[in-house]
DNA sequence: CAAAAAGGTTGACTTTGTCAACTAAATATT
DNA sequence: AATATTTAGTTGACAAAGTCAACCTTTTTG
């Protein structure tokens, strides 16, 4: 049993970060994708060629859910899909030009509000933010 | 105009820790509130006394959403509201006896989920991560 | 080959969240 | 003091987001 403070300050900070990200999330507003879609976007754009079933995999999503939101996106021309060569029962899932430019844009976005986050802080901050930022990741993603 | 590796770092953390959040927050099933019911609970459970308004402001959330939210929970027993002597407009909401226990069990489960997340790493890593986050949230919460 | 498993689709549905119109109380304006 | 404006909360109607289960097809396993 981890020391209880221990657990205390984990929970804290994780009910603080949601909190924060709601807060940055909301920017996401006046974009036509919601959080779930910019997601899958995201990560078809880091990983052309992804399944549907890597999708809800790796984000923890639903298969009707991802089937739906992936039918519509081909419709929009923002994504393609072919037949995998392998696996005649998968579609490999990539962006299409419009889909590269409406990721374009929401990197744009994204880009420009962080960096109103981090431009009100000072150098050193940043500095040590940033630090915090790489050492959890370093500790969590094992 | 930050530098541009920097916020590449800071949105990568916020789209791992949102991944992060995601996954631990699926725990929260076989709960009988959602993630913003529990919010608001937590809210309550923290600020006894806080009005309907208090906690849109502080979470975020739409006026009709979170008036029907607290209705719910006064039928539910979990809540209860008082008229405001100040302002006649206003209710004081805090939880009642059942709402507390509630909320105890939402403590212990999720005590407990983050026990298993500390209890993973060695004592180092931990401390690691935890000065890490306690720094993260004194650099932003300015 | 038959049976079971896995990827994906679809219809029906629930949950979650939003919007706008409204009531009543408080505050500001003349 | 009377009127206008603003604010807390409520409600109906609705939209968005997400879930579930049945189903078809292809692949894998026994």
Known sequence: MTNSTEIDRFRHFNRFYTNYLGLLGNHLYESPVNLSEARVLFELDRCPGASARDLRDR??????????????????????????????????????????????????????????ALAALAPAERKRLLDAMAAIESVLSR
Do not use: I, N, T
């Open 59 to 116: 984000l923890g999503l639903d298969k009707g859910y991802v089937s739906r939101m992936v039918k519509r996106f081909v419709r929009q021309g923002w994504v393609e899909e072919r037949a995998s060569a392998e696996d005649g029962r998968v579609k490999e899932l990539r962006l299409a030009q419009p889909g590269d430019a409406l990721m374009a844009g929401l990197h744009r976005a994204a880009a420009e509000q962080a960096d109103r």
